[in-house]
């Protein structure tokens, strides 16, 4: 058994991160990753549970399809939890195919860093075990070290979809001062025009 454990801080607030976490797939960091599927979703006592299908790609090198069988598409169960009173948001997930030969637990937690406001603290473990295959120890430390390389990815990915949403929230920004100024100006040009059309007529009657 391999366990591997990771922290990292976000310089964004929690609300931020955790929209961030839910749109992280699709990205260009870790293009491994090629579908998540919505298998339910409820709230319950406020907090939001969802259970998704993940479809990636693993890459096996030569030698592990040797030991697992042929490199294809794998699935994987998540579970999530957002619980936005109290500012925390947990993803837990574990391998459906090969998971007769290997396990691969991991667990995300997202929740606001204890010491530095407006920031988001990240922890992440994933627990990887191997059994009834050949050169186990070396394949866990395989697995274990391409999980350490997608957490860097995955990282850089919420930063990347982090920035995504700050552009989005501009543009609305902009969008919406830019419509609060054409009302603005419409009104004033409609209280002008109603102006105009209060004053009095002139006098028409003409002297014969």
Same mark, same amino acid.
């Given at each position: 058994?391999?366990?591997?454990?990771?922290?990292?801080?976000?310089?964004?607030?929690?609300?931020?991160?955790?929209?961030?976490?839910?749109?992280?797939?699709?990205?260009?960091?870790?293009?491994?990753?090629?579908?998540?599927?919505?298998?339910?979703?409820?709230?319950?006592?406020?907090?939001?549970?969802?259970?998704?299908?993940?479809?990636?790609?693993?890459?096996?090198?030569?030698?592990?399809?040797?030991?697992?069988?042929?490199?294809?598409?794998?699935?994987?169960?998540?579970?999530?939890?957002?619980?936005?009173?109290?500012?925390?948001?947990?993803?837990?997930?574990?391998?459906?195919?090969?998971?007769?030969?290997?396990?691969?637990?991991?667990?995300?937690?997202?929740?606001?860093?204890?010491?530095?406001?407006?920031?988001?603290?990240?922890?992440?473990?994933?627990?990887?075990?191997?059994?009834? $295959?050949?050169?186990?120890?070396?394949?866990?430390?395989?697995?274990?070290?391409? #999980?350490? =390389?997608? *957490?860097? %990815? +995955?990282?850089?990915?919420?930063?990347?979809?982090?920035?995504?949403?700050?552009?989005? $929230?501009?543009?609305?920004?902009?969008?919406?001062?830019?419509?609060?100024?054409? #009302?603005? =100006?419409? *009104?004033? %040009? +409609?209280?002008?025009?109603?102006?105009?059309?209060?004053?009095?007529?002139?006098?028409?009657?003409?002297?014969?």
């Amino acid at each position: 058994m391999k366990i591997w454990t990771s922290e990292h801080t976000f310089n964004h607030p929690w609300e931020t991160v955790a929209q961030a976490a839910w749109r992280k797939y699709p990205n260009p960091m870790n293009p491994a990753v090629v579908g998540i599927d919505v298998v339910d979703r409820k709230i319950a006592n406020g907090v939001l549970k969802t259970h998704r299908l993940i479809s990636t790609k693993w890459g096996l090198p030569s030698w592990a399809v040797t030991i697992l069988g042929t490199d294809k598409t794998c699935y994987a169960s998540e579970h999530s939890e957002v619980d936005p009173r109290h500012r925390i948001m947990t993803l837990r997930s574990r391998n459906l195919t090969f998971c007769n030969e290997i396990s691969i637990e991991e667990m995300l937690t997202y929740s606001p860093h204890p010491t530095k406001s407006e920031c988001t603290l990240l922890k992440q473990e994933a627990i990887v075990t191997i059994k009834g $295959v050949p050169l186990s120890s070396y394949l866990e430390d395989f697995v274990a070290g391409t #999980i350490s =390389s997608n *957490a860097g %990815k +995955g990282r850089q990915a919420m930063e990347w979809v982090i920035s995504k949403i700050n552009t989005e $929230v501009q543009e609305l920004t902009n969008k919406t001062v830019k419509s609060m100024d054409e #009302i603005t =100006s419409a *009104a004033k %040009k +409609g209280m002008g025009d109603f102006h105009l059309a209060s004053d009095p007529l002139p006098n028409l009657n003409f002297k014969k």
